[in-house]
């Protein structure tokens, strides 16, 4: 059976109960290619634009709440590890090359900061930000 190319969304089922929820700009070759490791007896498509896709995705998933998303999403490992209360983060030294200097100096300045603690209070205000602190 040949399928036509499809850009969407695309849900396995088994009994009738979705159990996952993908994306793909070919959704009939990644579902008949890629799930070897999920039980399945059927899946639907719903078409979107690619545009589309990231958004809708996380939609279904965050309201359906597939077995086989819950389960990828709980064992990923983070990206950086979390922070003991206890222990203080190193001090680095960063040494920048002399134009990367020049041009900081003269943002710093235009903004009516003092360079060295402009790029401290940037620094700390980006790892505050992503949570490294």
């Known amino acids: 059976m040949e ?5 969407g969304i695309y849900f396995l089922k088994k009994a009738e109960k979705i159990v ?7 959704v009939h070759a990644r579902v008949h ?5 999920k039980d399945f007896d ?5 078409e979107y634009p690619q545009e589309e896709l ?3 995705e996380q939609q279904y998933i965050g309201k359906l709440k597939p077995i086989y998303n819950r389960t990828l999403r709980e064992n990923r490992r983070p990206l ?7 222990m203080k983060p190193k001090l680095i030294n960063l040494r920048l090359p002399a134009a990367w200097r020049a041009r900081l100096k003269a943002h710093f300045k235009s903004q009516g ?3 060295s603690n402009g790029l401290r209070l940037a620094i700390s205000q980006y790892m505050e930000r992503e949570g490294l602190k």
């Open 3 to 7: 399928y036509r190319r499809i850009a």
């Open 20 to 26: 996952y929820v993908g994306q793909s700009v070919n």
């Open 33 to 37: 290619s890629g799930h070897t490791d």
């Open 42 to 46: 059927s899946y639907e498509v719903k």
């Open 54 to 56: 990231d958004k809708r």
């Open 80 to 86: 950086i590890k979390p922070v003991d209360e206890g």
């Open 113 to 115: 900061q003092d360079f």
